[in-house]
């Protein structure tokens, strides 16, 4: 049984065709890829499986539980987490608060305990807060725990981003355009975070990439889009050589 | 009471040998704990040679609000009072705060090592409440006073809940209060006094001062049911929706307050005992405030900043946004029910008119005074605006003009207000200071 499984997923924005009849499956600890030119709707599908957006049609599956009509913090909390391809931190918020306020689902200490400080908020806080700074540890970030995000370096709020994603424990991990706007050295970087991730909390990845050369090296398998449509699925050699994906990025040639 | 964040250190003075580092150093030696008995000792001065002191100087009896008004009044007297309030506040203070400030650290360090939080806690408390008493109980002008600021802090607080934390503009805290008020006043008439309109008492008043917490708990639950109602319309979206209904909802249960004769519509209800004394009304504050400030550190409190900053990003990272937004909302509507509830029992006599759009500016003004956001913020923006009016009262119509003039200066300094987006650490405010560090 896959992990997830999207099955004739199609979308509408008013008479504008999204997403048509998108297939996925994908197997735990997988690492996919999902590449398109701009406005493909790459990031749609992306808001589709997390349920900001509901699907005109088509059925999404995770471990065979249907995710359509859930609210996204039922979806998140059934551990299918996401980035954003513009950043969206809390801007008010330090790293750290970030990190420990994605195990929102895992706390269950309740109004009481918010209200009055019981034991038992303290205990599993404590717990929170222990696996929060391990995460921001491991991602070599710690040393920003107690920094405002907007006050941090681009590289740095990505990181943030990407922390706070696996903080809640994932199954699933959606990351739209983890590379955008940043430097050679610091897309590197990033790629070695995503594989760290992978290995050492094992979630299936699947990552939207709008540089081939990352999404080549890092992933498994490539799906591609283009018009909401999937016109290619294979291994990074075969989609580079495919042509209809050619085509789709660099335009098809004009026969005269 | 006043926070204090690095001190300078020792080598540093030495170096930089002026007065102000000096005295500096010296008072950042003093812990909350030296403070209060400063505070404390000034009380008592105040006490036993208030008034003789204030005649010895030309004073026509014990300023009321620290010599202020005197000052606005009779500019001739300002030397009177200010010497006044620096023999009698300022100095005591300081020197006491100093003196016992060895002493006063080491019983903080005791209190915080050797018990729980909350023993030290309370020990602050009580020390608080009992220079309030000495200083409320010379007059009852004063003990109104204290009563008004403490009911301010409870309103405000509750409001930047919503306003500050959770990033939504509501207008209908009046209303909640004026719920919370009527909700309490006709639980302690019917059942504590006889009334013209509600009868006999139910049940022997001598209980009454036992089971008034209920009445104010009840208000606040009617009050929170009241959020409930405008909560389901307004949070289905974001953005401006819940400043529009809510401010309708404050027109209604303002409207509705005054078609209902039994509870003696525009007239107003009166007769209400008054219970709400000062240490009832401390109390309560002191419990406001303590439960605000847990709830704001808690991952719920955090989770309505998130949702503030961006509610897309706080769904998907497994955060339940109606759920949050909801228990924030109901939150803050049953303190505001609870704060209109003590407010009828100090006043023994409440109106519709009271609880209108003008008590809604005076309570944004509170919240954005202080600072969106921080506890210590709504508790100085409280104190502030309550004190400026008090104080700007012998102007009459021209306090009306000085007090927008004031805040539209400081939203110019200060946008977001004096002490915004801050969080105080009761740990820390109640620790022990620098000496005690240094010999360990």
Request: glycine fraction near 8%; aromatic fraction near 8%.
């Amino acid at each position: 049984m896959p992990l997830l499984q999207v099955n004739n997923m199609t979308h509408y924005f008013g008479g504008l065709r999204a997403v048509y009849n998108y297939q996925l499956e994908i197997d735990k600890g997988q690492l996919r890829g999902l590449i398109g030119p701009n406005g493909a709707g790459k990031t749609t599908i992306f808001n589709l499986i997390t349920g900001i957006y509901q699907p005109t049609e088509g059925e999404i599956l995770l471990e065979s539980k249907n995710l359509v009509g859930l609210q996204p913090y039922d979806i998140a909390a059934m551990g299918v987490c996401r980035t954003f391809q513009n950043l969206r931190l809390w801007r008010h918020m330090t790293v750290f608060d970030h990190v420990r306020l994605a195990r929102y689902s895992k706390l269950h200490y309740g109004l009481i305990g918010a209200f009055l400080g019981t034991a038992r908020r303290h205990r599993e806080e404590a717990e929170s807060e222990k696996m929060a700074y391990e995460l921001l540890e491991m991602l070599g970030i710690s040393h920003y725990a107690d920094e405002i995000v907007t006050n941090l370096p681009y590289g740095v709020q990505r990181k943030v981003e990407m922390a706070r994603a696996v903080a809640s424990e994932p199954n699933l991990l959606l990351l739209d355009e983890p590379t955008a706007g940043m430097n050679p050295e610091e897309m590197l970087e990033m790629m070695g975070v995503i594989r760290q991730i992978r290995d050492e909390l094992g979630p299936a990845i699947l990552l939207i990439e709008h540089r081939m050369k990352v999404a080549m090296e890092l992933c498994e398998t490539i799906q591609a889009i283009d018009f909401g449509e999937l016109i290619a699925e294979g291994t990074p050699e075969e989609i580079r050589n495919n042509p209809r994906v050619i085509d789709a990025y660099l335009g098809k040639e004009e026969v005269t | 009471m006043e926070v204090r964040g690095s001190t300078v250190q020792p080598a540093e003075a030495i170096a930089r040998n002026t007065l102000l580092v000096k005295v500096r150093s010296q008072l950042a030696q003093i812990p909350l704990l030296g403070w209060l008995f400063g505070t404390l000792t000034a009380m008592a001065i105040e006490q036993v040679a208030g008034r003789l002191l204030a005649r010895a100087l030309g004073l026509s009896g014990v300023p009321g609000l620290f010599g202020l008004r005197i000052m606005l009044t009779k500019p001739a007297l300002i030397p009177s009072a200010v010497a006044y309030v620096l023999l009698v506040y300022a100095l005591p203070t300081l020197i006491v705060a100093r003196l016992s400030a060895p002493l006063a650290n080491r019983l903080a360090k005791l209190l915080l090592d050797r018990f729980p939080l909350w023993v030290s806690l309370v020990v602050h408390l009580g020390l608080l409440y009992a220079t309030l008493h000495l200083w409320g109980g010379t007059s009852a002008y004063r003990m109104l006073f204290l009563s008004f600021i403490f009911i301010s802090i409870i309103l405000t607080l509750s409001l930047n809940l919503v306003n500050g934390y959770m990033g939504e503009f509501s207008c209908s805290h009046p209303g909640f209060m004026a719920m919370g008020a009527y909700v309490a006043s006709i639980l302690t008439v019917l059942f504590f006094v006889q009334d013209d309109v509600f009868g006999a008492p139910l049940l022997p008043p001598a209980l009454g001062p036992f089971l008034f917490p209920l009445a104010l708990i009840g208000g606040g639950l009617v009050a929170a049911v009241g959020a409930l109602l405008v909560a389901i319309p307004s949070f289905r979206t974001r953005g401006d929706y819940l400043a529009i209904i809510s401010l309708a909802f404050l027109f209604i249960v303002k409207s509705v307050i005054e078609n209902l004769e039994i509870i003696g519509g525009p007239r107003g209800l009166m007769n209400q005992p008054k219970w709400a004394n000062l240490p009832t009304v401390f109390a309560w504050t002191a419990i406001c405030v303590w439960t605000i400030y847990n709830f704001t550190r808690s991952t719920i409190g955090k989770a309505a900043c998130a949702v503030r900053d961006d509610e897309t990003a706080a769904g998907t990272m497994t955060i339940n946004t109606r759920r949050t937004k909801m228990v924030t909302f109901l939150f803050a509507a049953f303190w505001a029910g609870v704060a209109g509830g003590l407010f009828a029992h100090v006043m023994g006599y409440i109106n519709p008119g009271t609880f209108d759009v003008k008590k809604l500016s005076e309570v944004l003004a509170m919240v954005y005074l202080g600072g969106l956001n921080s506890v210590v913020g709504s508790i100085a923006g409280a104190f502030g605006i309550q004190l400026l009016m008090e104080v700007l009262r012998p102007l009459e119509l021209f306090k009306w003009i000085v007090i927008p003039v004031l805040l539209i200066v400081l939203m110019i300094l200060r946008p977001t207000g004096l002490i915004a987006f801050t969080e105080v650490n009761v740990e820390d405010l109640l620790k022990p200071r620098q000496k005690l560090e240094k010999g360990r």
